[in-house]
Structures are given as structure tokens and as C-alpha cells.
């Protein structure tokens, strides 16, 4: 390998996901089970975070759970969560457009 290909920066497609996840998230949980809010994109299984509350909210309006609370968790808390739920959540799958949702894998 060359000197200049050593000293080129690549650039990485997962660090303009991640900067376009804000540090600040919101998490739906239904206390009485522990269960999150999750969503499947495409085949690929995430927990579903969101940059405000309403947004949340109005998601959690398709879940068939009553009683989910709207959790505020920082963007490495959420990894935390979504490193934690069973196989097949793989990511963090920001939801505040679901036509375009910003996925983090966490696995």
C-alpha cells in the first residue's frame, strides 16, 4: 500500500446516520410488562426512538398495548435498550419520518 492511500480518510455511510440521530430520544415502554415500542423497516427490526414526545405518542396510537409511558433517554441509553431486547432487534431505528427511518445497528 502506498504512503498516499495510507494517509487518505475514508468516508464511513454509518457516520451520517449517527450524526443525524439527536443525542436526546424518545422511548415508548409499557411498564407493567417491560415490552418497548419496536419496529420492523424492511426486514430489519429496531427500537423505535423519536426526537420529541408527540411523535412518540402518536406512534404509540399502533400499538395494542394500553398504558405505554414515553421514556427521554440519551442516544446511548437507547443502545443500551436496543442491545438488551431479544433477537431480531439488530438497531435503533429513529421513526420521525417512517417512510425514511434513520437506522443505528447495534448488532
Known amino acids: 500500500m502506498t504512503q498516499q492511500a495510507m494517509s487518505q480518510t475514508l468516508s464511513c ?51 395494542d398495548l394500553s398504558g405505554m409511558a414515553c421514556i427521554e433517554v440519551s442516544f446511548d441509553e437507547a443502545r443500551e435498550i436496543a442491545k438488551e431486547r431479544p433477537m431480531p432487534i439488530v438497531s435503533v431505528m429513529l421513526l420521525d419520518d417512517l417512510g425514511d427511518p434513520k437506522i443505528h445497528y447495534v448488532r
Open 13 to 63: 455511510p454509518f457516520l451520517e446516520i449517527e450524526d443525524s440521530i439527536p443525542d436526546s430520544l424518545h422511548v415508548l415502554k409499557h411498564p407493567p410488562s417491560g415490552k418497548f415500542g419496536c419496529y420492523c423497516h424492511q426486514g430489519v427490526h429496531g427500537l423505535a426512538v423519536f426526537s420529541s414526545e408527540s411523535s412518540a405518542f402518536r406512534f404509540a396510537e399502533w400499538i
